[in-house]
Protein backbone atom coordinates (compact mmCIF):
# COMPACT_ATOMS: atom_id res chain seq x y z
CA UNK A 1 0.00 0.00 0.00
CA UNK A 2 1.60 3.58 -1.17
CA UNK A 3 1.07 6.81 0.71
CA UNK A 4 -2.17 7.70 -0.82
CA UNK A 5 -3.97 4.60 0.20
CA UNK A 6 -3.32 4.87 4.22
CA UNK A 7 -4.04 8.68 3.95
CA UNK A 8 -7.36 7.36 2.55
CA UNK A 9 -8.15 4.99 5.31
CA UNK A 10 -7.18 7.01 8.44
CA UNK A 11 -9.52 9.67 6.72
CA UNK A 12 -12.30 7.28 6.65
CA UNK A 13 -11.79 6.26 9.83
CA UNK A 14 -12.06 10.15 11.02
CA UNK A 15 -14.82 10.78 8.91
CA UNK A 16 -16.70 8.08 10.63
CA UNK A 17 -14.95 8.61 14.14
CA UNK A 18 -16.99 11.80 13.76
CA UNK A 19 -20.30 10.45 12.45
CA UNK A 20 -20.37 8.18 15.32
CA UNK A 21 -19.66 11.42 17.51
CA UNK A 22 -22.53 13.42 15.27
CA UNK A 23 -24.95 10.50 16.04
CA UNK A 24 -24.15 10.60 20.05
CA UNK A 25 -24.85 14.56 19.50
CA UNK A 26 -27.87 13.70 18.18
CA UNK A 27 -29.23 11.20 20.51
CA UNK A 28 -28.25 13.38 23.61
CA UNK A 29 -30.08 16.37 21.65
CA UNK A 30 -33.47 14.36 21.41
CA UNK A 31 -33.16 12.81 24.82
CA UNK A 32 -33.17 16.09 26.72
CA UNK A 33 -36.62 17.33 25.45
CA UNK A 34 -39.32 16.52 23.40
CA UNK A 35 -38.92 16.17 19.89
CA UNK A 36 -41.43 16.67 17.17
CA UNK A 37 -40.50 14.56 14.20
CA UNK A 38 -41.59 14.67 10.40
CA UNK A 39 -38.53 12.36 9.03
CA UNK A 40 -40.72 10.68 6.71
CA UNK A 41 -37.79 7.88 6.72
CA UNK A 42 -35.75 10.25 5.41
CA UNK A 43 -32.57 8.77 8.41
CA UNK A 44 -33.38 5.52 6.74
CA UNK A 45 -33.07 7.07 3.26
CA UNK A 46 -29.87 8.35 3.36
CA UNK A 47 -28.24 5.76 5.53
CA UNK A 48 -28.74 3.07 2.53
CA UNK A 49 -27.74 6.02 0.02
CA UNK A 50 -24.31 6.22 1.50
CA UNK A 51 -23.38 2.63 3.42
CA UNK A 52 -23.55 0.56 1.07
CA UNK A 53 -21.85 2.70 -1.57
CA UNK A 54 -19.08 2.92 0.65
CA UNK A 55 -18.83 -0.61 1.02
CA UNK A 56 -18.96 -0.97 -3.07
CA UNK A 57 -15.92 1.50 -3.21
CA UNK A 58 -14.39 -0.35 -0.49
CA UNK A 59 -14.50 -3.46 -2.33
CA UNK A 60 -13.54 -1.93 -5.81
CA UNK A 61 -10.69 -0.24 -3.87
CA UNK A 62 -9.56 -3.58 -2.60
CA UNK A 63 -10.09 -5.35 -6.45
CA UNK A 64 -12.65 -7.46 -4.70
CA UNK A 65 -14.59 -6.28 -7.39
CA UNK A 66 -13.67 -5.66 -11.00
CA UNK A 67 -10.63 -7.30 -10.35
CA UNK A 68 -9.20 -6.33 -13.64
CA UNK A 69 -9.11 -2.43 -12.61
CA UNK A 70 -12.28 -1.75 -15.05
CA UNK A 71 -13.27 1.76 -14.60
CA UNK A 72 -10.29 2.73 -13.22
CA UNK A 73 -8.85 5.97 -13.21
CA UNK A 74 -5.17 4.90 -14.16
CA UNK A 75 -3.05 7.71 -15.16
CA UNK A 76 -5.32 10.63 -13.37
CA UNK A 77 -5.43 8.12 -9.80
CA UNK A 78 -3.06 9.94 -7.88
CA UNK A 79 -3.93 13.56 -8.79
CA UNK A 80 -7.74 12.63 -8.28
CA UNK A 81 -6.84 10.74 -5.15
CA UNK A 82 -4.88 13.63 -3.44
CA UNK A 83 -7.87 16.30 -3.86
CA UNK A 84 -9.99 13.67 -2.94
CA UNK A 85 -8.57 13.40 0.54
CA UNK A 86 -8.57 17.33 0.50
CA UNK A 87 -12.14 17.57 -0.66
CA UNK A 88 -12.76 14.91 2.55
CA UNK A 89 -10.92 16.88 4.83
CA UNK A 90 -13.30 20.16 3.75
CA UNK A 91 -15.98 17.88 4.43
CA UNK A 92 -15.63 16.83 7.52
CA UNK A 93 -14.63 20.47 8.66
CA UNK A 94 -17.93 21.97 7.53
CA UNK A 95 -20.01 19.67 8.90
CA UNK A 96 -18.44 19.24 12.11
CA UNK A 97 -18.63 23.11 12.15
CA UNK A 98 -22.43 23.32 11.17
CA UNK A 99 -23.28 20.38 13.71
CA UNK A 100 -20.86 22.68 15.74
CA UNK A 101 -23.38 25.96 15.22
CA UNK A 102 -26.53 24.28 15.74
CA UNK A 103 -25.33 23.17 19.21
CA UNK A 104 -28.42 21.59 21.02
CA UNK A 105 -30.62 21.74 17.81
CA UNK A 106 -29.00 19.49 16.20
CA UNK A 107 -30.39 15.99 15.45
CA UNK A 108 -30.17 12.77 12.58
CA UNK A 109 -33.51 12.79 12.28
CA UNK A 110 -35.80 15.85 10.67
CA UNK A 111 -37.32 17.40 14.45
CA UNK A 112 -38.27 19.67 15.93
CA UNK A 113 -36.60 20.10 19.26
CA UNK A 114 -37.24 22.45 22.21
CA UNK A 115 -37.27 26.05 21.92
CA UNK A 116 -35.99 25.19 18.30
CA UNK A 117 -34.96 28.55 16.70
CA UNK A 118 -33.80 29.43 12.90
CA UNK A 119 -30.32 29.68 13.31
CA UNK A 120 -28.54 32.60 11.21
CA UNK A 121 -25.35 32.55 12.33
CA UNK A 122 -21.72 31.33 10.91
CA UNK A 123 -21.85 29.21 7.57
CA UNK A 124 -25.75 29.38 8.53
CA UNK A 125 -25.53 32.81 7.27
CA UNK A 126 -25.70 31.72 3.42
CA UNK A 127 -26.36 27.83 3.65
CA UNK A 128 -29.52 26.33 4.60
CA UNK A 129 -27.76 23.16 4.91
CA UNK A 130 -24.44 22.81 5.74
CA UNK A 131 -24.29 19.87 7.49
CA UNK A 132 -25.65 18.11 4.31
CA UNK A 133 -22.93 19.67 1.69
CA UNK A 134 -20.27 18.78 4.06
CA UNK A 135 -21.17 15.26 4.16
CA UNK A 136 -21.75 15.06 0.29
CA UNK A 137 -18.19 16.40 -0.15
CA UNK A 138 -17.28 13.87 2.17
CA UNK A 139 -18.56 10.99 -0.27
CA UNK A 140 -16.88 12.88 -3.41
CA UNK A 141 -14.06 13.24 -1.61
CA UNK A 142 -13.88 9.43 -1.10
CA UNK A 143 -14.98 8.82 -4.55
CA UNK A 144 -12.30 10.70 -6.27
CA UNK A 145 -9.61 8.42 -3.65
CA UNK A 146 -11.21 5.42 -4.74
CA UNK A 147 -9.92 5.83 -7.94
CA UNK A 148 -12.68 4.07 -10.25
CA UNK A 149 -15.57 6.22 -12.11
CA UNK A 150 -18.12 3.44 -10.83
CA UNK A 151 -16.73 4.28 -7.28
CA UNK A 152 -17.42 7.71 -7.62
CA UNK A 153 -20.58 7.69 -9.49
CA UNK A 154 -22.06 5.44 -6.56
CA UNK A 155 -20.94 7.78 -4.05
CA UNK A 156 -22.50 11.15 -5.17
CA UNK A 157 -25.74 10.06 -7.42
CA UNK A 158 -27.32 8.09 -4.60
CA UNK A 159 -26.70 10.04 -1.66
CA UNK A 160 -26.77 13.63 -3.67
CA UNK A 161 -30.50 12.31 -4.35
CA UNK A 162 -31.02 10.79 -0.90
CA UNK A 163 -29.79 14.58 0.31
CA UNK A 164 -32.28 16.43 -2.03
CA UNK A 165 -35.30 13.88 -0.53
CA UNK A 166 -34.57 14.78 2.97
CA UNK A 167 -33.44 18.33 2.07
CA UNK A 168 -37.78 18.47 0.70
CA UNK A 169 -38.75 16.72 3.89
CA UNK A 170 -37.20 19.13 6.52
CA UNK A 171 -37.94 22.34 4.48
CA UNK A 172 -41.57 21.36 4.85
CA UNK A 173 -41.68 21.20 8.37
CA UNK A 174 -39.35 24.19 8.95
CA UNK A 175 -41.86 26.12 6.82
CA UNK A 176 -44.99 24.63 8.94
CA UNK A 177 -43.51 25.36 11.96
CA UNK A 178 -41.76 29.04 11.45
CA UNK A 179 -44.26 29.95 8.58
CA UNK A 180 -43.33 33.54 7.09
CA UNK A 181 -39.65 33.64 9.29
CA UNK A 182 -38.52 30.66 7.52
CA UNK A 183 -39.98 31.92 4.16
CA UNK A 184 -37.76 34.99 4.59
CA UNK A 185 -34.92 33.02 6.07
CA UNK A 186 -34.92 30.54 2.42
CA UNK A 187 -35.60 33.80 0.22
CA UNK A 188 -31.83 35.23 0.89
CA UNK A 189 -30.37 31.64 1.78
CA UNK A 190 -29.35 29.24 -0.45
CA UNK A 191 -29.72 25.18 0.28
CA UNK A 192 -26.20 23.66 -0.46
CA UNK A 193 -23.75 26.24 -2.19
CA UNK A 194 -23.61 29.64 -2.22
CA UNK A 195 -25.14 31.80 -4.67
CA UNK A 196 -26.00 28.18 -7.02
CA UNK A 197 -28.33 26.05 -5.23
Given at each position: ??????????????????????????????????????????????????????????????RLIFPNGFGSFSTLSPLLGYLGCLVIV???????????????QFTITVSIVEKHEIVQTGIYKTVRHPSYLGLLASLLGFGLASGNWFSLAALVVLPLAATSYRIRVEERLLLRHFGLAYQEYASRTKRLLPGIY
Open positions: MGFLEYLTIALLATWTASEIAISLISLRNQWRGSAEGSDRFSHVVMWFSIVPPIWFAVLIRRFGIAIRLAAVGTLKK
